[in-house]
């Protein structure tokens, strides 16, 4: 038995401990008994970094499906390749406007306690312009992560990495071939840029990536 395992089921007798252990349980009943578990992710987990456990979740067969915001698909990216350019705000519910602007002045947009350099954002919007233009030019479509799947699988961003990559959940999904979808993705730092870049002119058009209620379209399939 796990030393994790050990603990939960020995000291999370009641309530919403309790509660933990058994949906615990029966997550892994239902993995046992040969189902599938679709797992969604709001905010800006992946900056929390949980890609650390569900890489290894998404490795071993326990997730084969996920739903996100857009903020979460591009954020797992921005830390495998900037994590060490990162800083941390321990006050950072004391920031002042002086200080706020102080950040954006140096580039680092702040996601809670943890700021994000601008760096590693344009590094990556240079990348998808290049392949969202070609996917207009050749009429393809695809949805927000497979243009990032289509990066990763180039092996162009391994000389960047700043973490493990086990620790990456994107490239565990790539890896594994699992389906993720991003739902809303146009309201995040890459659906910005891409809807800018349209407006400008430098990505002909807006077909190359599909919408959401396409790709809810492509969760109900799978789904069923």
Same mark, same amino acid.
């Given at each position: 038995?796990?030393?994790?395992?050990?603990?939960?089921?020995?000291?999370?007798?009641?309530?919403?401990?309790?509660?933990?252990?058994?949906?615990?349980?029966?997550?892994?009943?239902?993995?046992?008994?040969?189902?599938?578990?679709?797992?969604?992710?709001?905010?800006?987990?992946?900056?929390?970094?949980?890609?650390?456990?569900?890489?290894?979740?998404?490795?071993?067969?326990?997730?084969?499906? $996920?739903?996100?915001?857009?903020?979460?698909? /591009?954020?797992?990216?921005?830390?495998?390749? =900037?994590?060490?350019?990162? *800083? +941390? #705000?321990?006050?950072?519910?004391?920031?002042?406007?002086?200080?706020?602007?102080?950040?954006?002045?140096?580039?680092?947009?702040?996601?809670?306690?943890?700021?994000?350099?601008?760096?590693?954002?344009?590094?990556?919007?240079?990348?998808? $312009?290049?392949?969202?233009?070609?996917?207009? /030019?050749?009429?393809?479509?695809?949805?927000? =992560?497979?243009?990032?799947? *289509? +990066? #990763?699988?180039?092996?162009?961003?391994?000389?960047?990495?700043?973490?493990?990559?086990?620790?990456?959940?994107?490239?565990?999904?790539?890896?594994?071939?699992?389906?993720?979808?991003?739902?809303?993705?146009?309201?995040?730092?890459?659906?910005?840029?891409?809807?800018?870049?349209?407006?400008?002119?430098?990505?002909?058009?807006?077909q190359c990536v599909k919408s959401g209620t396409e790709q809810f379209e492509q969760l109900i399939r799978w789904y069923l």
């Amino acid at each position: 038995m796990g030393s994790v395992r050990a603990f939960m089921e020995h000291n999370y007798r009641h309530f919403n401990a309790r509660e933990t252990v058994a949906a615990a349980r029966a997550y892994e009943a239902h993995i046992d008994a040969g189902g599938k578990m679709l797992m969604t992710m709001a905010g800006a987990m992946s900056t929390a970094q949980l890609g650390v456990s569900l890489a290894r979740m998404i490795r071993e067969g326990k997730v084969h499906a $996920i739903s996100c915001t857009g903020a979460n698909l /591009e954020e797992d990216v921005f830390n495998l390749l =900037a994590n060490k350019e990162y *800083e +941390i #705000i321990q006050d950072w519910r004391a920031l002042s406007a002086q200080d706020e602007q102080a950040l954006y002045d140096r580039g680092m947009n702040r996601v809670t306690d943890t700021c994000i350099p601008e760096g590693v954002m344009r590094h990556l919007e240079r990348r998808l $312009i290049e392949r969202w233009r070609k996917a207009c /030019e050749t009429g393809e479509r695809k949805t927000p =992560a497979e243009f990032l799947f *289509e +990066i #990763i699988g180039s092996g162009e961003l391994d000389e960047h990495y700043q973490i493990d990559p086990k620790d990456s959940w994107m490239i565990a999904a790539y890896e594994k071939e699992i389906p993720v979808w991003s739902p809303g993705w146009e309201d995040s730092t890459t659906g910005n840029m891409f809807g800018a870049n349209v407006f400008q002119g430098v990505v002909p058009h807006h077909q190359c990536v599909k919408s959401g209620t396409e790709q809810f379209e492509q969760l109900i399939r799978w789904y069923l």
